[in-house]
């Protein structure tokens, strides 16, 4: 830790071989590392880059491999080897405390964006470590719940997005997770490490574990995994005995050995690199402000109420517009130089806000920095529910507001963190003040005929259908990263388009989650002594209490997660996968699919029809017609993202596939299975707009 204060950790050096130590430090929303160091002024900021939500939203490879490359950057010049992500797993429910760090409800998706952010790293000479693999769904209980799925879900979902990140990258490196998966430990489970991750998929670097992960060191070396961290002397002697005693083959501890040996001589540390310690931080700021919009999604935007014009007088509400989420959790929290919030983002694009209700805001902000100082005191970290509280008397505010001013702009925040999952009625869905806000300022505006827009600064879904027809225009901003309030101003005032689309779904409401069996509302804060009342928090010994959804959580929902449940239940959602307007609008014609070596080039034209440069979205989805096992009615298969379309213009755009994208995994068999028959495949603008389809027929059964 000395090595580069505040990172995650190293390995051990042993000099007299030679043998330089691995600095690891965390990601994904920036490196993580202390700003001060002892006698030293120099401060080490780190740049807070998007969410791996927002990047995900993107739907833009080309943003998020530019994003992993200015992490790459900054962890070589600070003299970091190995940076800890991205964090890979799938969004299984929208309440999962760490969703904002992972990429989607879809495992292409979440699979190409991971293999993108792992490029842009490595890139740089450094490693990336995708994580947690596998299977780590919640956080309450992380360290111990027994994740229970089927070996069909596990494959198609749950493994397939570390799958295309291996195929597409290759990672220094991949944590294994803190839980279980159907009653094995993920550490110890050499039938996932060997068998699957290296045997099936060819993954050449080296297995970490998650920090006080796992239970016994000597399967885990058994099973694969070659770097036990932070590592402690017990582990050191539990090997050493279990070799002595027969119980570990030393060639199996050899083989770990070797493998973290290959990661040192790699290592820029070995290498005798000379880092600056000064990154481009200004030039990766820069470029995070530019990237930010690119997966901030446009919800609604009735008669074009966004983008508005500085000479309108901005009526701001919302302690989040003063106090705008970035990201925050240990593993991600950005010892970063700066936050730029909205009334800053507004005032420097040259906004004037309403003084009066600014003003109020700022007292208020104040007294509840005030207020909640003791709290934060208490809490080490998690501190995502310590949130201000929104002004009890806004209903004073709201009329005079509206008569000054010509726009109303709201912010509602939501983050979360670690070890913790959120809450339905606390988090999920919006509070009675927040309510309360939405239809004061939405009454005194409208009756003025004056515009109210809302922007979400959130780590995941919200409750957003009993009050969006209240409001004119929603834009969610996920947590954007350190230009957050300049970029925000720079979508609301029209500076770029917003060109984002939903990675998950919002549904209309939490009930109709297909994962009902998750660790919801378990979290119980005690505000006076800070402590969680709920049964465990990182708990370091297993307890058995068998309760479900806290011991073991049963995956009942199989492979239908996110749209694939609601699309096939035809379950009406808020806001469907893959959603998303711009300040244009745009056609789709001319579907074509050309059969090529081993499947298919799809393409369709896409035209500028509004008056607006903006960027698009085509979307493949299939939908196999008559399919011998029950199956998701769509399935993205594949998609791409429109340059910047000036008036008019119009791009073609090509996506392939290959036909063993159409598999089903066979349990059975124990193999993928593409199965004889009709399959359409679909180009849309989001998972429920598919206006082409295009009927191909697969005449030869591949089992594989
Ligand atoms: C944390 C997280 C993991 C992080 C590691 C090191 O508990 O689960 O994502 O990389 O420990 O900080």
Redesign the pocket.
Same mark, same amino acid.
């Given at each position: 830790k000395k090595l580069v204060p505040g990172v995650? @950790?190293t390995t051990y050096p042993i000099e007299r071989l030679g043998i330089a130590p691995v600095v690891m430090a965390?990601g994904p929303s920036a490196v993580?590392l202390s700003v001060k160091r002892e006698g030293d002024d120099k401060k080490y900021f780190a740049t807070n880059v998007p969410c791996e939500t927002l990047l995900a939203s993107s739907w833009n490879n080309e943003a998020t491999y530019k994003i992993g490359k200015i992490l790459g950057e900054e962890c070589r010049e600070y003299g970091i080897d190995v940076l800890?992500?991205p @964090?890979v797993n799938m969004m299984r429910n929208p309440l999962c405390g760490r969703n904002y760090?992972y990429f989607s409800e879809d495992p292409l998706l979440a699979g190409k964006m991971s293999a993108a952010m792992v490029n842009g790293v490595e890139s740089e000479g450094v490693g990336a470590c995708p994580?947690?693999f596998a299977v780590n769904n919640q956080e309450l209980n992380?360290l111990h719940n027994d994740a229970r799925v089927s070996q069909r879900a596990l494959r198609e979902i749950y493994l397939k997005n570390f799958e295309i990140t291996v195929k597409e990258s290759q990672p220094w490196m991949i944590?294994t997770s803190?839980n279980n998966i159907n009653g094995r430990h993920a550490s110890e489970d050499r039938g996932l490490l060997e068998t699957i991750l290296r045997d099936e998929w060819g993954f050449e670097g080296i297995v970490v574990t998650?920090? @006080?992960g796992g239970y016994d060191a000597a399967k885990q070396i058994w099973a694969g995994n070659d770097l036990i961290?932070p590592g402690r002397y017990a582990e050191v002697k539990r090997i050493m005995e279990a070799v002595k005693s027969g119980e570990l083959a030393e060639s199996d501890l050899d083989r770990c050995v070797k493998r973290v040996l290959e990661l040192v001589v790699k290592s820029i540390r070995h290498k005798g690199y000379k880092f600056s310690n000064n990154p481009n931080l200004e030039e990766n700021g820069k470029l995070t402000r530019e990237i930010e919009p690119e997966g901030f999604v446009l919800l609604k935007n009735e008669q074009n109420a966004l983008p508005f014009t500085k000479e309108q007088k901005v009526a701001l509400f919302g302690t989040g517009a003063y106090n705008l989420i970035l990201s925050n959790s240990?593993?991600v929290r950005s010892l970063h130089g700066r936050t730029v919030n909205l009334d800053e983002g507004l005032r420097n694009a040259g906004v004037s806000l309403n003084e009066a209700l600014d003003k109020r805001y700022i007292k208020h902000m104040q007294n509840e920095k005030k207020r909640l100082a003791p709290f934060w005191k208490l809490r080490r970290w998690c501190t995502y529910d310590l949130r201000p509280v929104e002004l009890r008397d806004i209903r004073n505010h709201t009329a005079r507001a509206a008569e000054e001013s010509d726009i109303a702009v709201i912010t509602i925040g939501r983050n979360s963190s670690?070890s913790f999952d959120r809450h339905v009625e606390r988090d999920f869905n919006l509070n009675m003040h927040e309510q309360a806000m939405i239809s004061a300022v939405s009454r005194d505006f409208h009756s003025r005929g004056k515009k109210v827009v809302v922007v979400l600064n959130i780590c995941g879904p919200v409750e957003i259908a009993s009050w969006r027809d209240k409001v004119d225009a929603i834009l969610v901003a996920w947590l954007p990263g350190q230009e957050a309030g300049n970029s925000i101003a720079d979508a609301l005032l029209g500076k770029v388009s917003p060109s984002g689309h939903l990675s998950t779904s919002f549904p209309m409401k939490y009930a109709d989650v297909p994962s009902q069996n998750f660790p919801h509302n378990e979290v119980e804060w005690c505000a006076e002594s800070g402590k969680n009342l709920s049964r465990v928090f990182d708990q370091k010994q297993p307890i058995y209490y068998d309760v479900p959804n806290i011991d073991y959580t049963n995956y009942e929902e199989d492979i239908y997660v996110g749209y694939r449940d609601y699309a096939t239940r035809k379950v009406e959602v808020a806001y469907p996968f893959g959603y998303g307007l711009t300040y244009s609008q745009f056609e789709m014609s001319d579907m074509s699919v050309k059969e090529c070596k081993d499947g298919y080039k799809v393409s369709c034209t896409v035209k500028r029809a509004g008056n607006f440069p903006a960027k698009q979205v085509v979307q493949l989805y299939s939908s196999e017609l008559a399919p011998e096992v029950d199956r998701p009615t769509i399935e993205l298969r594949g998609y791409k993202k429109t340059p910047l379309l000036q008036a008019g213009e119009s791009t073609v755009v090509e996506i392939v596939i290959k036909k063993e994208d159409l598999m089903t995994y066979n349990e059975k068999a124990s193999a993928w299975k593409l199965t004889k028959g009709e399959y359409d495949l679909l180009l849309g603008f989001d998972s429920q707009t598919l206006p082409l389809k295009h009927r191909i027929t697969i005449t030869k059964e591949i089992l594989k």
């Amino acid at each position: 830790k000395k090595l580069v204060p505040g990172v995650a @950790g190293t390995t051990y050096p042993i000099e007299r071989l030679g043998i330089a130590p691995v600095v690891m430090a965390d990601g994904p929303s920036a490196v993580r590392l202390s700003v001060k160091r002892e006698g030293d002024d120099k401060k080490y900021f780190a740049t807070n880059v998007p969410c791996e939500t927002l990047l995900a939203s993107s739907w833009n490879n080309e943003a998020t491999y530019k994003i992993g490359k200015i992490l790459g950057e900054e962890c070589r010049e600070y003299g970091i080897d190995v940076l800890l992500a991205p @964090g890979v797993n799938m969004m299984r429910n929208p309440l999962c405390g760490r969703n904002y760090e992972y990429f989607s409800e879809d495992p292409l998706l979440a699979g190409k964006m991971s293999a993108a952010m792992v490029n842009g790293v490595e890139s740089e000479g450094v490693g990336a470590c995708p994580k947690h693999f596998a299977v780590n769904n919640q956080e309450l209980n992380r360290l111990h719940n027994d994740a229970r799925v089927s070996q069909r879900a596990l494959r198609e979902i749950y493994l397939k997005n570390f799958e295309i990140t291996v195929k597409e990258s290759q990672p220094w490196m991949i944590m294994t997770s803190y839980n279980n998966i159907n009653g094995r430990h993920a550490s110890e489970d050499r039938g996932l490490l060997e068998t699957i991750l290296r045997d099936e998929w060819g993954f050449e670097g080296i297995v970490v574990t998650d920090w @006080g992960g796992g239970y016994d060191a000597a399967k885990q070396i058994w099973a694969g995994n070659d770097l036990i961290e932070p590592g402690r002397y017990a582990e050191v002697k539990r090997i050493m005995e279990a070799v002595k005693s027969g119980e570990l083959a030393e060639s199996d501890l050899d083989r770990c050995v070797k493998r973290v040996l290959e990661l040192v001589v790699k290592s820029i540390r070995h290498k005798g690199y000379k880092f600056s310690n000064n990154p481009n931080l200004e030039e990766n700021g820069k470029l995070t402000r530019e990237i930010e919009p690119e997966g901030f999604v446009l919800l609604k935007n009735e008669q074009n109420a966004l983008p508005f014009t500085k000479e309108q007088k901005v009526a701001l509400f919302g302690t989040g517009a003063y106090n705008l989420i970035l990201s925050n959790s240990v593993s991600v929290r950005s010892l970063h130089g700066r936050t730029v919030n909205l009334d800053e983002g507004l005032r420097n694009a040259g906004v004037s806000l309403n003084e009066a209700l600014d003003k109020r805001y700022i007292k208020h902000m104040q007294n509840e920095k005030k207020r909640l100082a003791p709290f934060w005191k208490l809490r080490r970290w998690c501190t995502y529910d310590l949130r201000p509280v929104e002004l009890r008397d806004i209903r004073n505010h709201t009329a005079r507001a509206a008569e000054e001013s010509d726009i109303a702009v709201i912010t509602i925040g939501r983050n979360s963190s670690e070890s913790f999952d959120r809450h339905v009625e606390r988090d999920f869905n919006l509070n009675m003040h927040e309510q309360a806000m939405i239809s004061a300022v939405s009454r005194d505006f409208h009756s003025r005929g004056k515009k109210v827009v809302v922007v979400l600064n959130i780590c995941g879904p919200v409750e957003i259908a009993s009050w969006r027809d209240k409001v004119d225009a929603i834009l969610v901003a996920w947590l954007p990263g350190q230009e957050a309030g300049n970029s925000i101003a720079d979508a609301l005032l029209g500076k770029v388009s917003p060109s984002g689309h939903l990675s998950t779904s919002f549904p209309m409401k939490y009930a109709d989650v297909p994962s009902q069996n998750f660790p919801h509302n378990e979290v119980e804060w005690c505000a006076e002594s800070g402590k969680n009342l709920s049964r465990v928090f990182d708990q370091k010994q297993p307890i058995y209490y068998d309760v479900p959804n806290i011991d073991y959580t049963n995956y009942e929902e199989d492979i239908y997660v996110g749209y694939r449940d609601y699309a096939t239940r035809k379950v009406e959602v808020a806001y469907p996968f893959g959603y998303g307007l711009t300040y244009s609008q745009f056609e789709m014609s001319d579907m074509s699919v050309k059969e090529c070596k081993d499947g298919y080039k799809v393409s369709c034209t896409v035209k500028r029809a509004g008056n607006f440069p903006a960027k698009q979205v085509v979307q493949l989805y299939s939908s196999e017609l008559a399919p011998e096992v029950d199956r998701p009615t769509i399935e993205l298969r594949g998609y791409k993202k429109t340059p910047l379309l000036q008036a008019g213009e119009s791009t073609v755009v090509e996506i392939v596939i290959k036909k063993e994208d159409l598999m089903t995994y066979n349990e059975k068999a124990s193999a993928w299975k593409l199965t004889k028959g009709e399959y359409d495949l679909l180009l849309g603008f989001d998972s429920q707009t598919l206006p082409l389809k295009h009927r191909i027929t697969i005449t030869k059964e591949i089992l594989k």
